[in-house]
């Protein structure tokens, strides 16, 4: 009876699984369906079966992009490397030169002002990445492709090339050769405990700015964190008051436990 009942919960949680996995595919498929992505010509040597496909970008790999930064390709090609990640997390440890954009609004802003691109950023290969690459690296990618074809008017793109760091910076920094080219040379997850409250603001001004499109965060919502705060050895966070529900008693919290930050 009880081998039954755990085959049944396991075919739940499959099902369940398949479910949100679908889900996510066929929202992405409704955001590019509304871009109509030209047909682009490649410079740089992509994978042939990526983890996250689409018909907006190109995957390459962790050996690829440190090949780039280390100057082995063309130096003719201009690359600009977007870390999509939260602050916390870019601070704990980026591809050096990567410049930390986490937010559509905040992407559209540092590339194009209002009589169109940058002038400083026309012509680059923008490459992006998170943790591993599934979510905010591939959402970011397909927004600039939206923001791109919505201001050319469906003509010439102002950016043909996007390319996406397969994996992400997981698979990056897990390559003890790369490790030179992190800055610093650690890596924090996006669930580390001592930054749950840190990425329960990001998450929550998130998806207030994506229901109510462009409202602006409240003041203090969003703390960001400096590297010198990030690598200190005790790190305690405390929850923001606006955070706690006043219907319930504050209990005494416990001392999170520091997490273990991954280095050579």
């Given at each position: 009876m009880t081998q039954e009942v755990n085959e049944c919960l396991s075919k739940n949680?499959?099902?369940?699984?398949r479910t949100r996995q679908q889900s996510r595919l066929t929202f992405e498929m409704r955001e590019e369906a509304h871009v109509?992505?030209?047909?682009?010509?490649?410079?740089?040597?992509?994978?042939?079966?990526?983890?996250?496909?689409?018909?907006t970008f190109r995957s390459i790999s962790a050996a690829v992009l440190a090949s780039l930064l280390r100057g082995d390709h063309s130096r003719f090609l201009q690359l600009i490397i977007f870390d999509c990640r939260y602050p916390f997390e870019y601070f704990g440890g980026h591809i050096k030169g990567a410049v930390n954009i986490y937010s559509f609004d905040e992407l559209?802003?540092?590339?194009?002002?209002?009589?169109?691109?940058?002038?400083?950023?026309?012509?680059?290969?923008?490459?992006?990445?998170?943790?591993?690459?599934?979510?905010?690296?591939?959402?970011m990618a397909r927004r600039l492709r939206k923001i791109d074809t919505h201001r050319n008017n469906h003509r010439v793109l102002d950016f043909p090339e996007i390319y996406l760091l397969d994996k992400g910076y997981v698979?990056?920094?897990?390559?003890?050769?790369?490790?030179d080219l992190c800055e610093p040379r650690y890596y924090i997850s996006m669930h580390a405990r001592p930054y749950k409250h840190a990425l329960r603001q990001y998450?929550?001004?998130?998806?207030?700015?994506?229901?109510?499109?462009?409202?602006?965060p409240k003041k203090n919502s969003?703390?960001?964190?400096?590297?010198?705060?990030?690598?200190?050895?005790?790190?305690v966070e405390k929850a923001p008051e606006e955070l706690l529900e006043e219907s319930t008693p504050r209990?005494?919290?416990?001392?999170?436990?520091?997490?273990?930050?991954?280095?050579?």
């Open positions: 949680d499959n099902l369940q699984g109509q992505t030209p047909v682009v010509r490649y410079t740089l040597p992509t994978v042939e079966s990526p983890q996250r496909e689409s018909s559209e802003k540092y590339l194009f002002d209002e009589w169109g691109v940058r002038s400083t950023m026309g012509g680059l290969m923008p490459i992006f990445y998170c943790e591993y690459s599934q979510v905010r690296g591939p959402a698979n990056f920094w897990t390559e003890p050769t790369f490790r998450t929550q001004h998130r998806s207030k700015s994506t229901a109510n499109g462009h409202n602006k969003i703390r960001v964190f400096s590297s010198e705060q990030l690598l200190e050895d005790d790190v209990q005494p919290r416990a001392r999170t436990p520091r997490t273990r930050l991954l280095f050579e």
